[in-house]
């Protein structure tokens, strides 16, 4: 009795183990690493939801995401002219989604974002002309955006100046001193 007692767990810990290449779930069942075609699947969408449903069923099967698959779904965002058939929504916003995308990576898939995916953050802000967002990008993630995505960032905050459209109409009727605001990064 004494034995089976402790051969039991021991037994279930190695069972549960992952070893070498093989990556298990938390319940022992073996993960797929194939990425690849899922990859290959993503790059193919015409709207940036599918991707988002296509790692739903990833996970499905039993094959989390990795890094080379959030770069895709980032590049699919960028790339794709809507979430969803049917044109913009009001309100749709590529940088949005794709700090929702960088959130579930770092916080589900417990993957950190590199330079590349910062850059295709930065990417959408310049091509929604949101140079308030790029700038917190750059200030919130130093030494990593690409200068010259900044200088195109810039290049849009200073016609924006031009044009008197640098804050939006409800703000610039507020005191000046709520546009002297300074962006810091913890």
Not at 71 to 94: N, Q
Not at 147 to 176: M, R, S, V, W, Y
Not at 179 to 186: E, S, Y
Request: aromatic content about 8%.
């Amino acid at each position: 009795m004494f034995v089976r007692a402790l051969r039991t767990p021991l037994t279930q810990a190695v069972r549960f183990q992952s070893s070498g290449a093989v990556r298990r779930d938390l319940f022992g069942y073996e993960q797929s690493s194939e990425v690849g075609p899922w990859n290959d699947k993503i790059s193919k969408v015409p709207f940036w939801n599918d991707a988002g449903e296509l790692m739903v069923e990833m996970n499905q099967a039993n094959c989390p995401p990795d890094l080379s698959t959030y770069k895709e779904v980032l590049k699919t965002i960028l790339r794709c002219p809507s979430k969803y058939d049917g044109g913009l929504i009001e309100g749709e916003s590529k940088f949005c989604a794709m700090m929702d995308a960088l959130e579930e990576m770092e916080h589900r898939g417990k993957t950190k974002a590199d330079a590349d995916c910062w850059n295709s953050v930065m990417e959408a802000a310049i091509e929604e002309k949101d140079f308030r967002a790029g700038r917190a990008l750059v200030a919130c993630v130093p030494n990593t955006i690409n200068q010259a995505l900044i200088d195109a960032n810039e290049k849009i905050a200073a016609a924006a100046e031009a044009a008197g459209t640098a804050f939006p109409a409800e703000l610039a009727k507020q005191p000046e001193s709520l546009f002297d605001i300074d962006i810091k990064a913890n």
